[in-house]
């Protein structure tokens, strides 16, 4: 999936246009997101100096998106003119009902991958039902 997420009050406290400190797991899981295949896009507000700072200072966190306020790096992005990306799932403190934490994103991103451990184990569990009933259909 393509995920963009915010920096301010997300990645970070909200301390623009200064860095907040990082919100815990952010960046644990920013990397496990991208370990499992997500594509991310920083989406913020921030332009220019405070962009590329933003950027840093996410890079030196280990974290390097693939794009920031656009949605590929090629992509011509006019600052001036506020819209949407094109993506999958946005995480953001202005979320309804406000910013969830990391670890509950992480697992709400996850419940419907068909990679997820939880997953994985219903359908094996599901597998096993049906060899068991074909089996015991076959003998009658
Ligand atoms: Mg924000």
Redesign the pocket.
Known sequence: MVIAV?F???IVE?KYPKIGKERTFAFETLKTLQKDGHVLILWTIRTGELLDEAIEYCKKNGIEFYAANKNYPEEIYDESISRKVNADIFI???NVGGFLGWGEIYQLINQDNPNNKNNYLNRLAQNEKKSFWSIFKNRS
């Open positions: 915010d301010d009050g997300t909200h953001d403190d202005r």
